[in-house]
């Protein structure tokens, strides 16, 4: 294991190993019946997996079993049996996926790690490792993904490098999030949901047809939960540490005024006034070999005395336009549009008290646009999709006034991204038992960054950068029977650099990084064993060259982050599983990983650090060796044809590191939570009401750790025990 680095012994990952690999005989893939093709009327969902899981993870919908792709997908009703609320949630089921609310404060951040490629930081210079989606729109910051599920229809979670089809920033995979497509569920939703901790939700749906070839459908969302802290330091706070106060809604239009052509337009927004994230800092003692609380307060409360660093905001804005058109019974041509807008607050006092020694309050904004041309193919045994891809991103991020050590750090940064792409994808049947598959695509990149570091630079300082990379893929499957797949696989991905993300060693530190390649290489098996038990493995290596690994620390003139070049290894299993017999359900997941740092190719100028640096055979950052989760279920059914189902689920992620070093003041400890779900339905199926408890014996676990040189700042988890009522009514269908 890693820990031997720094002689720390891992009880905890070999028990989990024991106990979760003999779930797998009888655990699940955390895939849901998906709506069937549009040919077909769109399946309620039952819960029953006997038939083909539809998914669109390659750009056309297929059954996940048929797919080459390492997959996990969620229904609606999936999600809220499990309690989840929002994407970190579903970062707890999905084997070697982990999702850390790290940065900023802002609980809206959501950084995920696939695979061990991920980004912790959020700045508009840095680019996130997995690509986050919705409806096909690729979200490019991590502040603001961390988005409401409410009225979803699925999510998709695709594992392992996805540069061909999805494009740059998908080394670790991608998030697919879509919604309910106006006139597939005529009816009215309202759910309302009250709990401990001040927890009081509220969201409907209503989606009617206003003339056979239109459809509209409307969706709001409101969420709160008290905090779990208090600023004690701020005279009349306005916001609790912990606090939620988020709205979303969403409006969407369908038309198809013919066969042959529809247009589906949609606008979305939220807008989260919340409280900091929960933070503490620890003084690591050598001599003890433990830690000690830096300040006097609570855990969960804030030292600081700076007004406003209790609260943070989140303003998002998105619309988008597709249009699709039959082209003849062969070819499908499709344009999607999309504007998007973020703006938010937040902040971070390092030290969390009132010193001001290492103070950041911050502001940021981006605004992005792309547009997308596809053409999908159907020419009997072959399939292909093709297409030509613009993104455009402008943002900025300011911190003013910043403290450090007495003196001020305020600091601004932007940046403007232009980004092009072609691709091309396609797979023939060979026979009827064998299909093989290719793509290949080209991606152009170009940035232009500013960035005025006070006290380190003399003035703006500005770059630009240009990159470029052929990506490709190639598969082969291997029908073994009906609904049993073996599939091998080949995956390039590509990924910019990235510029100095906070270049306190002056203008010279900054400076753009190299790209980033992957080679993913990968075998899998998908099948139904019998018609109640459906098995999906896989197992991988993937290669990186020239991996962008933010590594921050602190020097006299602030507190820096920069970008290490290095080669790195991942590999590791995955293994998905869901068996029923007459109510019960069983459905879990468990994935290893082995992820390292092989080579250091450079460090940047200026390069300061303390307490050692990331060497070859340090592990990659937040990146745990065992994943895993369960989740039991049993549903009795009542002479009146009403339903009672019970569920209880467990959600496990090993020890990690808050920063590609092998330090034991970076070490995250192990984290199990544990949660259930008791609904009624009425026979109409109308009417559901649920008694729910998420993470019931209350585990509060860090979400990253970061040592700054003496003392060290932690993420702590904001999803503490909550227990409920949850009732849902529906309307008119």
């Known amino acids: 294991m890693r820990f031997k680095d720094i002689g720390i012994r891992n009880r905890s990952v070999a028990g989990a190993l024991v106990a979760l690999t003999a779930l797998i005989s009888a655990t699940p893939a955390f895939a849901q019946t998906a709506p069937a093709a549009e040919a077909k009327p769109a399946a309620k969902e039952t819960g029953d997996d006997s038939g083909d899981i539809v998914v669109t993870a390659r750009k056309r919908e297929e059954s996940l079993l048929d797919t080459p792709i390492a997959l996990s997908a969620f229904s609606g009703e999936s999600l809220k049996s499990l309690n989840a609320t929002n994407l970190a949630d579903v970062g707890k089921y999905v084997p070697n996926l982990n999702i850390s609310r790290y940065g900023v404060g802002n609980t809206a951040q959501a950084s995920v790690f696939i695979r061990a490629i991920g980004l912790q930081d959020h700045l508009i210079t840095t680019d996130p490792g997995v690509g986050v989606y919705l409806d096909g729109v690729y979200l490019g910051r991590q502040l603001g993904s961390n988005l409401s599920l409410t009225n979803i229809e699925r999510i998709e979670v695709l594992r392992g490098p996805q540069g061909t089809l999805y494009g740059r920033n998908t080394l670790g995979g991608a998030v697919n999030i879509i919604t309910r497509k106006p006139g597939s569920d005529e009816g009215a939703e309202l759910t309302a949901q009250v709990g401990t901790r001040g927890r009081v939700n509220g969201n409907f749906y209503a989606d009617t047809r ?396 200026a390069f300061f650090p303390t307490g050692g640096t990331p060497v070859a055979g340090a592990p990659t950052a937040l990146s745990p060796d065992v994943t895993g989760a369960v989740a039991g279920s049993y549903t009795y059914k009542l002479g009146s044809g009403a339903a009672i189902t019970g569920q209880v689920d467990y959600s496990y992620r090993s020890e990690q590191f808050g920063q590609p070093v092998a330090r034991a003041t970076e070490l995250i400890a192990p984290r199990s939570l544990v949660g259930f779900n008791l609904k009624y339905e009425n026979a109409a199926r109308d009417l559901s009401v649920s008694i729910y408890g998420s993470n019931i014996f209350n585990k509060v676990y860090d979400q990253g750790r970061l040592d700054q040189g003496g003392f060290v700042g932690v993420v702590v988890s904001n999803d503490r025990n909550e227990f409920g009522l949850r009732f849902t009514k529906k309307f008119g269908k």
């Open 210 to 605: 206003l003339s056979p070839t239109l459809a509209v459908s409307f969706g709001g969302s409101y969420e709160r939960r008290a905090g779990v802290g208090d600023a004690v330091n701020i005279a009349a706070p306005s916001a609790r540490i912990g606090e939620q106060n988020d709205a979303s809604g969403r409006a969407a239009a369908y038309w198809t005024p013919s066969d042959a052509f529809s247009l589906l337009a949609s606008v979305d927004f939220v807008r989260a006034r919340d409280g900091q994230s929960p933070y503490k800092v620890d003084i690591y003692d050598p001599a003890a070999a433990g830690f000690t609380q830096a300040t006097q307060v609570r855990p969960d409360d804030s030292g600081t005395d700076v007004p406003g660093l209790e609260t943070t905001s989140l303003d998002l804005f998105g619309a988008s336009l597709t249009g699709e058109y039959k082209l003849s019974d062969q070819f499908t041509a499709k344009l999607l549009g999309s504007y998007r807008q973020t703006k938010y607050t937040g902040g971070l006092s390092d030290t969390d008290n009132i010193s001001r020694q290492s103070v950041f309050p911050e502001v940021g904004s981006a605004e992005q646009a792309s547009v997308e041309l596809q053409v999908n193919a159907e020419l009997g045994r072959f399939n292909a999709v093709g297409g030509l891809y613009y993104f455009y991103e402008d943002g900025s991020n300011a911190s003013s006034p910043a403290y450090f050590f007495g003196g001020r750090s305020d600091y601004f940064i932007k940046q403007r991204t232009d980004s092009y792409a072609v691709y091309a994808n396609g797979s023939f049947d060979v026979t009827d038992a064998l299909s093989i598959g290719a793509g290949v695509r080209y991606s152009k990149d170009d940035k232009r960054a500013t960035a005025n570091f006070q006290g380190s630079f003399p003035g703006p300082v500005t770059r630009n950068a240009s990159y470029d990379a052929v990506t490709a893929q190639g598969n082969v499957t291997y029908k073994i029977a009906r609904d049993i797949n073996v599939y091998g696989t080949i995956q390039l991905g590509y990924q910019p650099g990235s510029y100095t993300p906070r270049p306190f060693g002056g203008p010279a530190s900054f400076n753009a990084s190299p790209k980033t390649t992957a080679t993913n290489y990968e075998i899998g098996f998908k099948g139904k064993i019998l018609p109640n038990w459906t098995v999906l493995l896989s197992a991988f290596t993937t290669d990186y060259k020239d991996r962008g690994l933010p590594y921050s620390f602190i020097n006299a003139a602030g507190f820096n982050t920069v970008i290490i070049s290095a080669n790195a290894r991942a590999r590791g299993i995955e293994a998905e599983s869901t068996v029923t017999f007459g109510g019960f359900r069983l459905k879990g997941s468990i994935g290893y990983l082995d992820s390292k740092i092989t080579r250091v190719n450079s460090l940047p100028p």
